[in-house]
């Protein structure tokens, strides 16, 4: 076993009469901690100083300074000095007696101090807008613009410790029922037939009512290889209707799915999807089994590798069935080499013990066992699968000990109980003729070690108390030693598994397991006094959206804590190290050591008094019920009084506590919050105002009577409303039934609209059936008010005011929010952003900068270049950490990787490589250029930046000016470069970025070429900031004070409506004052008001309008943040307005990169916003609006044109898209349609799937 060494043994033999010592300390230690030391010295013939010290750059601490004159033994704490990383250190022992002096040493290896975080959100998922709460009572809204994705919350310590937490934010509607599939455990060669079974459930606990489609299948092994000839998938679909039990099952022959073939995979899936009746909702559930044949599998447990002659060898046989789950009451047959034979039986646990006398044992033994008695061989045939048997095999070896002299420890049965004490026991054979003369007593040690250290020890008479068993978990390592007179150690170790008990014992549960909504319930909470815990408790419903990682004890297992589990690596005796001498006065010798190395009632319901309310009105439905702190006092128990939400569903709670005894951790707990008749709501998650809809409500009689229902929608200002054609409001509803009305809506208002419908059972003489309708005395109306967000469909706007605050005392600013004339009421928002650092605002979503690039060869490169940005940024800023380089190393690695798969055997690039006809100039460029910027960072081969130099000098005309080649799919990527000149600009300054001299033959022919073009008329503003950014790189001063000269002139002056134009030219200006000297009246200073203006067009989430200026705007911020960066300084940023909005944000050190946000509620409005301190601050201030949809739509025209499909089982509504370009260009970009579906409806994919190929996509 290569695990770490725990504990280190030393024994030698002092001077010529062989007295001897010993010294026992572990191998890994903790910093900061208190660890346990032993010596021993036997028989010592004269007095001598044992000195032992632990001994470390850079300097030395004694442990022990003692005078011994006979026999001596002693263990001793010691307090291990506190490290920031990985320390080796000396344990030095002396011994100086009169006739000579002993030094021995050995190095143990000092661990820093280990803590555990913990983050914890109160539920794994959220919509935009919500408000996600912290453990430490922190908040943070979102705001409604949230991208929708995952996100991370990281917190540090003040040593630089890490720990993440991640959630997603998505749209979503909480699902009513879980759709569960259940499979027989495994499904074997000799099986005939099986049966699945799917059901359904809803999160309080009763039945759904419905269809069920299901697909069974098995699915062949794949290598691409042999794809040609890959067997299909053998699938079978079902459809199947539940019972009033919520299942539906179906009996599968196994004759169908080619069980004796090898080459299909050794799993059945089944995909499942349940339609509740009624509502149409479809959830899915899916499942899956093994494949076996293997009928039965034996194994040896808790057999040793050697066994000690004279020593019975004890182990146990494990019988496994196909299932992996243990065989009881049969035969298992054990062979003992060719000399003796048992046969056993498994008990309730498949399990067989057996003991074997070694006496007569000599060299290796062989054991077999096996299931059968005996063997039939059968011949082997390609591809074809037969019944198995598997047999086990072990051998073990004779132990060697020169003395003869063993101890073995007892093995226990089963894991330990973490609070009772517990004794191991121990054999031993010693041979009598080992002893000196006359000795009758030989002492025997132990050490009791868990966690890396020494937590027990003490002499034994051959049996060990192990106390406290709780700190041992998650197992107890016992050595029991005793060292012969010879200087032989004697010893065994044993492993004792415990059960895991934290100290602080945690417990938490619900006065009732179930409880009617609004009505009071206790949570009674218990852990160690002065415990501080937290409580949650939330809506089952979003585990089953988003399952999540709970805490509990045996999540604690495996992410062990402090003083709660192992901090190191530990394993059998295995892993323990004896460093053994004899000493003499002129002679060490290595000695050979002798050691093994190896649910409530609800009849009140009905029977309620009649003072008690007849209606309940059900408006609290909260996602999160529980989120608190709750002390437990010196008590050490708390009630937590709460009143249950209005949500039919389960509740889903859990605790855990921390004190200065550790922490801990409740079993998960459960409240059902139900009444026997109510109305549920099926609502998607949003509508468009003005869009019609179908509002569907389902009445649920769980009562033992028949009840007579009426159902009505209420009115609203909100929203208008109609009837369904033919449906009827009033109905019979007997037991266990249920029934779903509709209304055809038409929301009139924006935002949350409360939509209210009550359910009443009426009091009514007509028979339902053949039963009286009778009426609850309690709940007889059930009235639920639920919201629904309604969204604009109009165009949504964006309006941005970015300062940059340059301090050198206080600045103070006014911002204006105004609304233009045309606007969609109700539908404007705005925020207010903060951060310290330029970059901070694209490093919001860094993960999203340096993403994995993907895509054709275009969208990789557009994925790839960013990432060189950032990390030259930080790199230059001193704040590249090693996280964030290693993230980017392997996110340019692979974009690297796959870029080459789109090379062409000349040298160039294109967007689907060679299955385009040629390369393209632009794309070749940018390749070029990006891959000579990684090469810092990654490792890029020369040959191909030196290829793509040769086929671009190839495409070069006799005026210097390289020419167009090759299409470019992504017109955006290459921005303004549109013709020859600002072509020949861009090639030339990517090369000149890869440090190419101005006097190469292919620079110089460039140069010429835009030299020509500069003389001519500087009618287009794009190319000339491009030509001033590459000038800039030539060094050519002259032209470039022209060129900016000019520019300066003309800015403001470039058309509007072309913002990634006017981004992408002005981020050239800003990299040509940044890439050469400074230039007068065009300092600093004047690049901060690019800065200014390059801020303002920055959208909210650190991009800009398209691609290239994007990749070109974000290179010039990089290269202007690291020229005015600051390392030092804070400053205070407080927004007020005359609607009393009074927000402080603080910019530090620690925060610079952090993009804080806060939602404004005054828009529109005017703002202050004032800064105070040492540093540079960007302060924005953003607002979003909607507006009517223009008239003309100018470049595209769109239509839709819909059929339904309206009589078959599943009613489809196919959409049909045209788009058409009615714009000035030839062709356009990239098109992207953005559909949003009717309310209510789901896209079917697979539709989507078979049009790709086609030019008409039908959805």
Known sequence: MNVSPIFTLLIALLFSTCSIFVVTVSSKVRGGKQETLCAQIHGPTEPVALTIALEMDPGRTAILEEAVKQDFYRCLNFQVPTVRTRTVATINVTIQGESALMNKKTKILIEPPAFIHIIQTDKPIYKPGQTGYGILDLSHPMIPEAVQGSYMITAWTDKGEQISHSFDIKEYVLPKYEVKVHLPSVITILDQEATIRICGKYTYGKPVVGSVKAVFCRKPIWFYWYSSSRESDLCKTYELTTDKGGCAAQT????????????????????????????????????????????????????????????????????????????????????????????????????????????????????????????????????????????????????????????????????????????????????????????????????????????????????VSLHHVTNLAPFAQVIVYTVMPSGEAVADSEDFPIQLCLNNKVSLKFSSLQELPAEKTTLSLQAHPGSMCSIRAIDQSVLLLQPEQELTVDYVRHNPLPGSGSRFPLGKFSCVIFFIFLYAVFLDAVVPMAFNMMPQSLGAVLGGKEEEKKETVRTFFPETWIWDLVPVGDSGSVNVEKTVPDTITKWAAGAFCVSPVGFGVSANTGLTAFQPFFVSLTLPYSVIRGEVFTLKATVFNYLSKCIMVNIALADSDQYTFRNCDGCQYSVCLCGEESRTFSWIVTPTALGQVNLKVSAEALKTDILCGNEVATVPDMGRIDTVVRTLLVEVSDCQMQHKTAERLSLKGPVEKKISLLMPEMFVAGSARASVSVLGDLMGRAMKNLDKLLAMPYGCGEQNMVLFAPNIFILNYLNSTAQLTKDIQDKATRFLESGYQRELTYKHDDGSYSAFGKSDESGNTWLTAFVMKSFGGARPYIFVHDKHIKDARMWLSRNQQTDGCIRSVGKLFHNGMKGGVSDDVSLTAYITAALLELD???????????????????????????????????????GDQEMRSKLITYLHQKAGASRKGLDSLEVEMTSYVLLALLSGPAMPDFGLDYSSSIIRWLAQQQNPYGGFSSTQDTVVALQALAKYGAATYSAEGSTTVTVTSLGGLDKEFTVDQSNRLLYQEEKLSEVPGEFTVRAEGQSCVLAQISMHYNIPPPPDFSAFNISADTMAKCNISKPQLILFVTVRYQGRREETNMVIINIKLLSGYILDKSSLNSQMMENTFLL
Request: with cysteine.
């Open 252 to 463: 599968v022959s196994m004759a169908e799915f080619a069980l004796n073939k090898s080459n299909y995979r050794d799993i059945f899936e089944v995909n499942a999807e349940m339609e509740e009746y009624g509502t149409g909702v479809i959830l899915k559930g899916s499942g899956q089994t093994s494949f076996s044949s293997q009928i039965r599998t034996v194994t040896f447990e808790d057999v040793p590798a050697a066994y000690k002659p004279g020593i019975s060898l004890e182990g146990k046989v494990i019988l496994i069935g196909p299932d992996n789950k243990a065989v009881a009451d049969e035969a298992v047959y054990l062979f003992v080499s060719d000399s003796q034979n048992l046969t056993l039986t498994t008990d309730m646990a498949g399990m067989a013990s057996f003991s074997l006398d070694t006496a007569l044992w000599k060299d290796t033994v062989t054991l077999k066992a096996r299931s059968r008695k005996t063997v039939e061989n059968e011949p082997y045939v390609h591809n074809m699968r037969r019944p198995e048997y598997r047999s086990a095999y072990h051998r073990v070896a004779a132990f060697y000990s020169k003395s003869s002299s063993f101890l073995k420890l007892m093995q226990g049965s089963g894991m330990l109980s973490c609070d009772k004490d517990a004794t191991v026991r121990a054999q031993y054979i010693i041979q009598g003729e080992e002893l000196k003369k006359g000795q009758e007593v030989l002492e025997f040690f132990y050490l009791v070690m868990t966690r890396g250290g020494i937590v027990q020890h003490g002499r034994v008479p051959l049996s």
């Open 996 to 1034: 190419t001299n101005t006097t190469d033959p292919m620079v110089q022919n460039c140069l010429n070429c835009l030299k020509e073009a500069v003389a001519g008329q500087l009618d287009n503003l794009y190319t000339t900031a491009l030509l001033s950014y590459t000038f800039t790189l030539a």
